[in-house]
C-alpha cells in the first residue's frame, strides 16, 4: 500500500479532494500501481507554524 504524504498550510476541502484526486491518479500512471492501492495523507500546519526565509508565513500573506 504506497502512502503518499503531503504538509501544507491550510486548504480548502475542495482543493484537499482535488489534490488527493490528481496525486492518486498521476501517482499511479507512473508507478503502474491500481489507484485503489494509495493513501494519500494532508497534514495541514497553521500558517504561524510554517517559516520561510525566517519569517512566519502568517506574516508573509
Do not use: W
Not at 501517482?27 to 485503489?36: D, G, N, S
Amino acid at each position: 500500500m504506497p502512502v503518499i504524504s503531503v504538509e501544507i498550510a491550510p486548504l480548502a476541502t475542495e482543493v484537499k479532494e482535488e489534490l488527493i484526486r490528481s496525486l492518486t491518479k498521476t501517482t499511479a500512471a507512473i508507478t503502474k500501481i491500481p489507484e485503489e492501492s494509495f493513501v494519500v495523507l494532508v497534514k495541514e500546519y497553521p500558517a504561524d507554524a510554517i517559516g520561510v526565509g525566517g519569517t512566519p508565513l502568517s506574516k508573509r500573506r
